[in-house]
């Protein structure tokens, strides 16, 4: 009797030891987290150091129009394999979508062209990037009301975070 009794409280004690030891702990998440956040960094290579950068040039800031917010940015760009002239952009572009191809961007921007917006058009970025843009102007309140009218228009397929409004850094010149 007394070795099952002693049996059961080694095996008890044993069972308490591996309970409190297993617990973890901030510091054991901050350093899984630490570590999975250099592995990722090393991994980008050339994409962190050159696209990353390029990225982060760009200004993400709000249009401000009769106290309603539109998300903008601010990018440097140009106009894309001759979709249009550079005296047609202006300073509001409405982004419906962006494309690492310059094949696809061109066929929204037909498919656009097609259900009523003529002036659709082609910028790009440096890394390339390549936006399709709606239509463009020089007036906050019209850029306002092209971003809403095209949130509504059913032709046009949005996803997440389109539409969105691009300034360009400066103006493409002719």
Known sequence: MKLTTRIAMIIVAAFAVT???????????RAAYEAAKQKTEES???????????????????????????????????IAASTTTPDIVKRYSVVV?????????????????????????????AEPLYYVVATTTDDGQ???????????????????????ILTPTRLPVK
């Open 44 to 78: 980008r290579g050339i994409e962190g150091t050159i696209y990353e950068k390029i990225r982060n040039e760009a200004i993400d800031s709000r249009l401000i129009v009769e106290g309603d917010s539109i998300p903008m940015m601010t990018v440097n760009v140009k």
């Open 19 to 29: 309970i409190t030891s297993c617990k973890t702990t901030e510091a054991n998440y």
């Open 97 to 125: 979508n962006q494309f690492k191809q310059i094949f696809n961007a061109k066929s929204q921007m037909s498919r656009l062209r097609e259900n009523g917006y003529p002036d659709a058009f082609v910028l790009e970025t």
């Open 142 to 164: 019209e850029a306002k009301k092209a971003y809403t009218n095209i949130r509504k228009d059913k032709s046009v397929v949005l996803r997440q975070p389109f539409p969105w």
